[in-house]
């Protein structure tokens, strides 16, 4: 027996990107063979995937923590490593992604219908795709990016054009079965079906899904009973069938009241159910007493404005009608969909003042900390091997060209002051010296920097660069030629 689950927290976790590899080709020779690090793989990503074959998220309720297969790093000889492996997470139709807040991320309607639901790292650059004119040979490469780990919560929304509600035991799991191929559970007791079950009705030339949700009782919108387990199975459906018993053996019921109970639930829960059109079904006429109330009711249901059928689904009574007149109302919503456009892509080119970064300052134990967050700046500190000095110092070559610097300085930093890249739980902080940014001549062995050599104050450094310009200058203009 498979078990319903329409409800689960899921875990996941992409791959991380593989680290980037620092060699320098050697061959005999050739004592100048360059830089020849490959790239890392990129991490696999967690994608959920519409599949027509699954009906439950059984397997995510026993298995809720998923993970995707890291990339490899790469190696020596240009070999960038391999890209880790997809996990496709197949889910059933009309599957809701939320997050842990309630907030809607994606709706998975229609075969085939994806989502990322955790994106893997990008792969570290090995030091053969950093070398350039001024780095020829670089003595470090970046490091692969973590993926992305979320929780997301999936709800299974049934994708159904008609939805019979009643009270338990109205008889729409015999009605369901007569009408389509579905063949639900059927018993004389109380919340004989447990799971919502689907059917295919072809009437005509329409073809279309009826949905049997299971029984609503009195405070189902509060969560009683079953009702707001299954509710949110008919917030798809076009057109809702108030399936009524006529047969019932509880003194205090009768159809109509049965009726004003369930549309009260219906209004409770919201979700737009009070607007849907509906029709009632009088059911189990074939007893004697049961064409007998529905005789007396009837009346007072079609005044209400209802289209009211009598029905038997043990007697096969009423049962074409009831099907074409379905299938009229969910023609009638299918005509009254706006058609689907075609996707559109929409460029929206970045503002001309956007640097793509944000410097704020935070008074830190009476200290100045200015913090830095951008997805550029953040995404290099992560790749960054604080190991190597001279990855350091190409870090800071990135961040002075990106504009760090200057931002740094207009929001009032000055040499000593702390510096944090990143959000305030994994930060990366520093002390700020200005004018790091250099060229080739601060390279000093394979991943060594200069600048990280117990270096001078940056002012008095200017000014002694200032002071060998000027003496420079001077001496060009003492020159007399002969």
């Known amino acids: 027996m498979t078990t319903f689950v329409d409800r689960v927290e899921l875990h996941v976790a992409a791959g991380s990107g593989g680290h980037g590899c620092a060699s320098v080709h050697r061959e005999k020779f ?72 309630g907030n809607v991320l994606a709706d998975l309607v229609g075969h085939g219908t994806s989502y990322v639901a955790a994106q893997g790292g990008r ?48 008889g729409k799991s015999s009605l369901i079965s007569v009408l389509s191929a579905a063949k639900p559970k059927i018993a004389d007791y109380p919340f004989t079906t447990l799971v919502p079950n689907l059917g295919v009705v072809t009437a005509g030339s329409t073809v279309y899904t009826i949905a049997d949700v299971p029984g609503l ?53 919201g979700a737009g159910l009070e607007n849907r059109p509906r029709l009632v079904v009088l059911n189990k006429v074939d007893i004697p007493d049961g064409q007998d109330l529905a005789d007396m009711v009837r009346p007072d249901l079609e005044a209400r404005g209802y289209r009211v059928f009598e029905v ?22 299918r005509a009254a969909k706006p058609k689907e456009e075609a996707t559109r892509i929409v460029i929206r080119p970045k503002a001309v003042d956007d640097t793509g970064f944000t410097v704020t300052r935070e008074d830190e134990d009476g200290e100045a900390l200015y ?21 350091v110092g190409y870090l800071a070559d990135r961040l ?57 104050p940056a002012a008095p450094r200017r000014r002694d660069r200032d002071a060998e310009r000027d003496e420079a200058e001077q001496a060009f203009d003492d020159f007399k030629p002969f």
């Open 217 to 269: 009782i009195p405070g189902a919108s509060q969560g009683k009973g079953l009702g707001l387990e299954f509710l949110r199975h008919v917030e798809r459906c076009s057109v809702l069938v108030h399936v009524l018993d006529t047969a019932t053996l509880e003194s205090d019921r009768d159809p109509v009241s049965d009726l004003d109970v369930i549309e009260a639930e219906l209004r409770n829960y």
């Open 312 to 333: 038997s689904a043990v007697a096969h009574k009423g049962l074409k009608e009831l099907s074409y007149a379905l299938a009229e109302f969910v023609a009638e919503a």
């Open 30 to 101: 050739k004592p100048l063979g360059g830089p020849d690090g490959g790239n890392g793989g990129r991490g696999g990503d967690v994608i959920l995937v519409v599949d027509q074959s699954v009906t439950t998220l059984l397997d995510y309720h026993h298995s809720p923590h998923r993970k995707a297969t890291n990339g490899k790093p790469g190696e020596g000889g240009n070999r960038s490593g391999k890209d880790g492996q997809d996990l496709v997470l197949p889910v059933p139709d009309g599957t809701v992604v939320l997050d842990k807040r």
């Open 371 to 391: 913090r830095v967050r951008g997805e550029k700046p953040e995404r290099w500190v992560r790749q960054t091997d604080f190991n190597n000095d001279e990855a």
């Open 400 to 456: 002075n060209r990106l504009g760090v610097e200057d931002a740094l300085m207009k929001a009032g930093a000055r040499a000593g002051d702390g510096v944090a890249i990143g959000p305030e739980e994994n930060a990366v902080v520093f002390d700020w010296e200005p004018s790091l940014s250099a060229g080739a001549e601060m390279l000093g062995r394979r991943g060594e920097d200069h600048r990280f050599e117990a270096p001078r």
């Open 123 to 170: 792969g570290g650059l090995g030091n053969a795709a950093l070398a350039s004119a001024r780095r020829k040979a670089p003595g470090f490469a970046l490091l692969g990016e973590p993926g992305d780990a979320s929780d997301v919560v999936l709800e299974l929304k049934t994708v159904a054009d008609v939805a019979l509600v009643g009270y338990p035991s109205a």
